[in-house]
């Protein structure tokens, strides 16, 4: 069902060396549930992105519950990597003044999910990434976490010969001005899901239908 890796993606350069060398030590270990070949329907990912999350929740409460001489870390990290079928999802605040559609009435399945941001698109060649990841274990630092997962697209695309970029005060990564993954993150007692989504070779034409993450004035790109 899914390869098992002996590092996290999710933390890189320096931070990647050190949180693997503690993890190595810890006996930790990153599952990933690579699924990315084919289409996963949106609501079953997200219900078992919160099953994973809410299973690491409950056996770190126990853990603590047991008085253990360390403070409570999971042990197993969780990384799901998926496409989507056509899909809108909107974040816990966002607004449908950036749907340039009826909400009753979309061209595709919209859902109002628990991340944050604003509203996106999923769809066919496009890779989602949900790290399950219990931060105890990294940096408890939602805004350190969303660095990072810029960091990991960053550095995928300069193995392709891209550049990516950052744009100061917003969250995700931009190429030649256009903006190629989205990022929106939730976390439940520092364990977090939800994750980002990397266009590569996704049809842009649904992102006409919608103001991508809330942003009027920058296009996006695959």
Known sequence: RGRVSRTCPCSTSGARARAAAEAATRQEMCILRDASRQLSDY???WREQKR?????VMQLDKAREGG??????AQVQDLFLVQHPPVYTL?????????????HDPPFPLFRTERGGEVTYHGPGQLVMYPVLDLRCFEQDLHWYMRMLEEVVIETL?????RGERVEGLTGVWVGGRKVAAIGVRARRWVTYHGLALN????LAPFDYIVP????DRGVTS
């Open 68 to 73: 253990a001489g360390e403070p409570a870390r």
């Open 43 to 45: 609501e079953d990912v």
């Open 91 to 103: 974040g816990a605040g966002s607004t449908t003044a950036h749907l340039k559609f009826d909400e």
């Open 213 to 216: 993450c809330g942003i009027q």
């Open 52 to 56: 994973v999350m809410d299973s690491k």
């Open 200 to 203: 590569v070779t996704t049809d």
């Open 158 to 162: 300069g193995g392709l010969g891209l």
